[in-house]
């Protein structure tokens, strides 16, 4: 039987079995691809989310101020026995006294402290320098060092005898070490914001803090704090479940208290529930977001799979009318197709989904995939499976029934395939790229206030695609007028040109499809790598900007004015600035001579921004010579506070710190001493890290403002991730459509190579050189291969320097997004394009240096 046999029938075509395996294999790959992206970008939210939380934050969190001394111990005692059944660990208590205004060390009384204790701090979180962190309390090192305590001294407060210093710790830098992150308003001196706390008094142990309150007497603990250190969650599955066991704790341990009569003694709060729910926004935004490209990428696979069911028709045609005659109904010859190719398809498709997996890393977010992820992933892959075998069943099943129980053969068949070229598909794409134009203009501007992530309009993401395959279209009608019209050009003085010229134009319909693929693959492979790296460098640039270097300290006037110069541990990689507002514009005073060395300039060109910076020296005219910021047409020169007009020497169109609004940049070599302590604020800009700064201006003495900031806190990155994330998929489905693409072509060669082996054979008997033989080849793939990389190369630019300032997530930071230099994806591109056309023509060339003219005249 013609069904048994099918699976070993296969294998007389080789081509056609790899051709649908591929196919299979590309959409399962897609398929399963969307569905893992979307998960994956979820983990990669959520572990975004965990790396600027406080690790203790990720579970429950039991905290309140001026909680009664006696009630304490019942509150620490209900969460400790609780915890276990929720899948908790034990808590890490945290309690803090009221400040000891008047502590007595060596007989002074002119100390203000505060008792602390933290389980697990001893050891391990406090450095202990001198002395032993036995039974007692750990005093700062910088009260001590200067005022001369030591370990073994015995302070006192109002007379009561507190346990004695048994050690040394050297005091929490601003900002607090990771693991004191929940406890920086409690455990740091703020020293730098002038905190009249002088030093946390931490007890070794939960003992010696009870006996120090009770000998006390002190009423009330000032802060009572229990969180649990979790390991942070890798999935949004993993951070919902943190969140259930989370609540029911809460819940428990609201009713224990309750049922003490300690109901409202203490407040419990899942602080990462806000980064849960946005995890899982940015999962369901990037699923929506790409759903519509995964949609299309399926089409077009199901319509590769019809293709190579009509291949398949046409090859077994005599078989499948001799089956017919013998009363073989459509349907079971649907299924001789299936038998024949269901296996190839099958296995296809099954490593289209471990492909998918396995290139994660590859392709996708930096995240792990959520629980279930992969299971629906296979399910994806294996609905695309059931309906490309049914697809290809049902072709095969409509072809014969027409053809062989209808009698509607190659008259239907020439007015469909008439009817298919003739219409202007191009419209149509046209119509939907500009419905999608018309989402996208406003696209930035539908984040509500409030809202972390870019809202999402499927609409507007299709619209760089649709842009991408009208122009697709548009050339390839274009070349097949040109192909039909061929037949008029007469270049035998060229003969390899002619040749190529006439081997296109008999083969118009593998010529256009392989140019409307490639340039769609290639189109959409820049614009999806051109949105996402234009979002990750604009994160990049207004960061820059925004902050105006690596870090920034507000700090006192002394360090502006000179009178306390910069620290030397900092002095190399820090410049001050000053700053006036108040007149409509904004003012920077900077030292040129150091500006740049710390300084982020993001887009600015260097080399001018210096040579404007020199020009801030003075020279003569009147007025202060200033760099002018901004494009504001009536921007006037006024400075403030007492300072002449400013004389503009250069123009920028924006400048760290400034952005883009009205402003000025002046130099502090042009103001005198009285007008340098005239300006209002002084800022550190360094390329240090912030504790080296903080720590560097502590040990001068220097005090700044609580107002800090650094690049890497200063943006919220996940809705620039998002749209990263997004449009990664995008320049995935360029790349597989650009292997589609590369195989088209190549299957396009093998399949003439019976015709190019005897044409090939006979212009070398008439005296062609093989080498013009090879140049005549390559002029046929070259120009195919060459018009598609020049246009999809061009549109996938074009239409990705449109659409990336509307993506930009902050467009209300200077710079808006821009597209990233595409040099190097344009070289990559051409040099891919070039060894597809060498490999091509290699092969066309192998098929006439092996063929026996006789025997191909013969066939």
Same mark, same amino acid.
């Given at each position: 039987?013609?069904?048994?046999?099918?699976?070993?029938?296969?294998?007389?075509?080789?081509?056609?079995?790899?051709?649908?395996?591929?196919?299979?294999?590309?959409?399962?790959?897609?398929?399963?691809?969307?569905?893992?992206?979307?998960?994956?970008?979820?983990?990669?939210?959520?572990?975004?989310?965990?790396?600027?939380?406080?690790?203790?934050?990720?579970?429950?969190?039991?905290?309140?101020?001026?909680?009664?001394?006696?009630?304490?111990?019942?509150?620490?005692?209900?969460?400790?026995?609780?915890?276990?059944?929720?899948?908790?660990?034990?808590?890490?208590? #945290?309690?803090?006294?009221?400040?000891?205004?008047?502590?007595?060390?060596?007989?002074?009384?002119?100390?203000?402290?505060?008792?602390?204790?933290?389980?697990?701090?001893?050891?391990?979180?406090?450095?202990?320098?001198?002395?032993?962190?036995?039974?007692?309390?750990?005093?700062?090192?910088?009260?001590?060092?200067?005022?001369?305590?030591?370990?073994?001294?015995?302070?006192?407060?109002?007379?009561?005898?507190?346990?004695?210093?048994?050690?040394?710790?050297?005091?929490?830098?601003?900002?607090?070490? %990771?693991?004191?992150?929940?406890?920086?308003?409690?455990?740091?001196?703020?020293?730098?914001?002038?905190?009249?706390?002088?030093?946390?008094?931490?007890?070794?142990?939960?003992?010696?803090?009870?006996?120090?309150?009770?000998?006390?007497?002190?009423?009330?603990?000032?802060?009572?704090?229990?969180?649990?250190?979790?390991?942070?969650?890798?999935?949004? #599955?993993?951070?919902?479940?943190?969140?259930?066991?989370?609540?029911?704790?809460?819940?428990?341990?609201?009713?224990?208290?309750?049922? %003490?009569?300690?109901?409202?003694?203490?407040?419990?709060?899942?602080?990462?529930?806000?980064?849960?729910?946005?995890?899982?926004?940015?999962?369901?935004?990037?699923?929506?977001?790409?759903?519509?490209?995964?949609?299309?990428?399926?089409?077009?696979?199901?319509?590769?799979?019809?293709?190579?069911?009509?291949?398949?028709?046409?090859?077994?045609?005599?078989?499948?009318?001799?089956?017919?005659?013998?009363?073989?109904?459509?349907?079971?010859?649907?299924?001789?197709?299936?038998?024949?190719?269901?296996?190839?398809?099958?296995?296809?498709?099954?490593?289209?989904?471990?492909?998918?997996?396995?290139?994660?890393?590859?392709?996708?977010?930096?995240?792990?995939?959520?629980? =279930?992820?992969?299971?629906?992933?296979?399910?994806?892959?294996?609905?695309?499976?059931?309906?490309?075998?049914?697809?290809?069943?049902?072709?095969?099943?409509?072809?014969?029934?027409?053809?062989?129980?209808?009698?509607?053969?190659?008259? =239907?068949? %020439?007015?469909?395939?008439?009817?298919?070229?003739?219409?202007?598909?191009?419209?149509?794409?046209?119509?939907?790229?500009?419905?999608?134009?018309?989402?996208?203009?406003?696209?930035?501007?539908?984040?509500?206030?409030?809202?972390?992530?870019?809202?999402?309009?499927?609409?507007?993401?299709?619209?760089?695609?649709?842009?991408?395959?009208?122009?697709?279209?548009?050339?390839?009608?274009?070349?097949?007028?040109?192909?039909?019209?061929?037949?008029?050009?007469?270049?035998?003085?060229?003969?390899?040109?002619?040749?190529?010229?006439?081997?296109?134009?008999?083969?118009?319909?593998?010529?256009?499809?392989?140019?409307?693929? =490639?340039?769609?693959?290639?189109?959409?492979?820049?614009?999806?790598?051109?949105?996402?790296?234009?979002?990750?460098?604009?994160?990049?640039?207004?960061?820059?900007?925004?902050?105006?270097?690596?870090?920034?300290?507000?700090?006192?006037?002394?360090?502006?004015?000179?009178?306390?110069?910069?620290?030397?541990?900092?002095?190399?990689?820090?410049?001050?600035?000053?700053?006036?507002?108040?007149?409509?514009?904004?003012?920077?005073?900077?030292?040129?001579?150091?500006?740049?060395?710390?300084?982020?300039?993001?887009?600015?060109?260097?080399?001018?921004?210096?040579?404007?910076?020199?020009?801030?020296?003075?020279?003569?005219?009147?007025?202060?010579?200033?760099? %002018?910021?901004?494009?504001?047409?009536?921007?006037?020169?006024?400075?403030?506070?007492?300072?002449?007009?400013?004389?503009?020497?250069?123009?920028?169109?924006?400048?760290?710190?400034? =952005?883009?609004?009205?402003?000025?940049?002046?130099?502090?070599?042009?103001?005198?001493?009285?007008?340098?302590?005239?300006?209002?604020?002084?800022?550190?800009?360094?390329?240090?890290?912030?504790?080296?700064?903080?720590?560097?201006?502590?040990?001068?003495?220097?005090?700044?403002?609580?107002?800090?900031?650094?690049?890497?806190?200063?943006?919220?990155?996940?809705?620039?991730?998002?749209?990263?994330?997004?449009?990664?998929?995008?320049?995935?489905?360029?790349?597989?459509?650009?292997?589609?693409?590369?195989?088209?072509?190549?299957?396009?060669?093998?399949?003439?190579?019976?015709?190019?082996?005897?044409?090939?054979?006979?212009?070398?008997?008439?005296?062609?050189?093989?080498?013009?033989?090879?140049?005549?080849?390559?002029?046929?793939?070259?120009?195919?291969?060459?018009?598609?990389?020049?246009?999809?190369?061009?549109?996938?630019?074009?239409?990705?320097?449109?659409?990336?300032?509307?993506?930009?997530?902050?467009?209300?930071?200077?710079?808006?997004?821009?597209?990233?230099?595409?040099?190097?994806?344009?070289?990559?591109?051409?040099?891919?394009?070039?060894?597809?056309?060498?490999?091509?023509?290699?092969?066309?060339?192998?098929?006439?240096?092996?063929?026996?003219?006789?025997?191909?005249?013969?066939?």
């Amino acid at each position: 039987m013609p069904w048994r046999a099918a699976p070993r029938a296969a294998l007389t075509s080789p081509l056609t079995l790899i051709i649908a395996a591929v196919t299979a294999l590309l959409a399962c790959f897609l398929g399963t691809a969307a569905v893992l992206q979307a998960s994956a970008a979820g983990g990669a939210a959520v572990a975004y989310q965990s790396g600027i939380a406080c690790p203790d934050y990720y579970g429950p969190v039991f905290s309140k101020d001026n909680v009664p001394a006696a009630a304490a111990p019942q509150i620490i005692d209900s969460v400790r026995s609780k915890a276990p059944a929720h899948g908790f660990a034990a808590p890490v208590t #945290s309690r803090y006294t009221t400040v000891l205004v008047g502590t007595e060390f060596n007989g002074d009384s002119n100390y203000k402290v505060t008792l602390a204790h933290r389980d697990q701090a001893v050891p391990g979180h406090l450095d202990v320098t001198n002395g032993s962190a036995g039974a007692g309390l750990l005093l700062g090192t910088v009260v001590a060092k200067a005022e001369g305590i030591k370990a073994g001294t015995t302070p006192s407060f109002r007379g009561a005898q507190l346990p004695p210093v048994t050690g040394l710790y050297r005091d929490l830098a601003d900002p607090a070490p %990771r693991w004191w992150c929940s406890q920086q308003r409690n455990a740091v001196v703020s020293r730098l914001a002038n905190d009249p706390l002088d030093s946390v008094m931490f007890a070794t142990d939960g003992k010696t803090f009870d006996d120090a309150v009770r000998t006390l007497g002190l009423p009330e603990i000032k802060a009572l704090h229990l969180s649990f250190y979790e390991a942070p969650p890798k999935t949004v #599955s993993e951070a919902e479940d943190l969140l259930e066991r989370s609540k029911a704790l809460i819940a428990d341990v609201k009713a224990d208290l309750g049922a %003490r009569g300690l109901g409202d003694a203490i407040t419990g709060s899942v602080p990462f529930e806000r980064s849960v729910e946005i995890s899982n926004q940015a999962e369901s935004n990037v699923l929506v977001s790409i759903l519509p490209l995964a949609a299309i990428s399926i089409l077009v696979g199901c319509a590769g799979i019809g293709t190579v069911a009509l291949q398949w028709h046409q090859r077994r045609h005599p078989q499948l009318r001799l089956l017919a005659a013998r009363g073989s109904a459509p349907g079971a010859l649907g299924m001789l197709a299936v038998a024949e190719l269901g296996l190839p398809i099958v296995a296809g498709g099954v490593a289209g989904g471990v492909l998918a997996r396995l290139l994660l890393g590859v392709y996708g977010p930096p995240g792990e995939i959520g629980e =279930g992820a992969l299971l629906r992933g296979s399910l994806v892959a294996a609905v695309i499976l059931l309906v490309s075998l049914a697809l290809l069943a049902g072709v095969i099943a409509f072809r014969t029934h027409r053809e062989f129980e209808l009698g509607r053969v190659k008259s =239907g068949r %020439r007015k469909g395939m008439k009817l298919l070229a003739v219409f202007p598909w191009e419209l149509l794409t046209a119509g939907v790229a500009l419905l999608g134009w018309t989402r996208l203009v406003d696209y930035s501007k539908g984040s509500r206030i409030g809202n972390p992530l870019p809202q999402v309009d499927p609409l507007a993401l299709t619209y760089p695609v649709f842009v991408v395959l009208t122009v697709g279209l548009l050339a390839a009608r274009l070349a097949w007028l040109a192909l039909l019209a061929s037949h008029r050009a007469r270049l035998w003085s060229r003969p390899a040109l002619q040749l190529a010229i006439r081997r296109l134009a008999s083969a118009r319909a593998p010529v256009t499809g392989v140019l409307v693929i =490639g340039t769609l693959a290639i189109g959409t492979l820049a614009t999806g790598i051109g949105i996402a790296r234009g979002q990750e460098e604009a994160l990049h640039t207004k960061s820059a900007i925004f902050v105006g270097a690596e870090t920034r300290v507000d700090t006192e006037s002394v360090i502006g004015t000179g009178q306390i110069p910069l620290p030397a541990e900092i002095n190399g990689s820090t410049t001050i600035v000053g700053e006036l507002t108040g007149t409509g514009n904004v003012v920077l005073v900077v030292d040129p001579q150091t500006f740049r060395r710390a300084a982020t300039l993001g887009p600015l060109d260097g080399a001018e921004v210096d040579r404007l910076l020199g020009g801030l020296s003075g020279g003569p005219g009147n007025g202060v010579p200033a760099i %002018r910021v901004g494009n504001d047409a009536a921007q006037k020169p006024r400075l403030g506070a007492g300072l002449p007009d400013a004389r503009t020497i250069g123009e920028l169109s924006m400048f760290p710190i400034i =952005g883009t609004k009205a402003g000025y940049v002046i130099s502090r070599e042009s103001l005198s001493a009285a007008q340098l302590r005239a300006v209002p604020k002084w800022s550190l800009l360094s390329g240090s890290s912030m504790t080296q700064v903080t720590e560097a201006l502590v040990s001068v003495g220097v005090a700044t403002a609580v107002n800090r900031v650094t690049r890497d806190s200063a943006l919220d990155a996940l809705p620039f991730y998002v749209v990263s994330w997004t449009f990664s998929f995008m320049a995935l489905l360029g790349a597989v459509l650009g292997v589609v693409a590369v195989l088209s072509l190549l299957v396009a060669v093998e399949v003439r190579r019976r015709q190019n082996a005897l044409a090939g054979a006979l212009v070398l008997r008439m005296g062609m050189r093989p080498r013009a033989l090879l140049a005549s080849h390559l002029m046929e793939l070259g120009a195919l291969s060459g018009l598609a990389v020049v246009i999809g190369v061009a549109c996938g630019i074009s239409v990705a320097g449109l659409s990336v300032p509307r993506f930009d997530p902050a467009t209300f930071l200077a710079p808006r997004s821009a597209l990233p230099n595409p040099t190097p994806m344009a070289l990559t591109v051409l040099a891919v394009g070039v060894l597809v056309v060498a490999l091509a023509g290699w092969i066309a060339m192998r098929s006439v240096r092996t063929a026996r003219t006789a025997e191909l005249i013969r066939a």
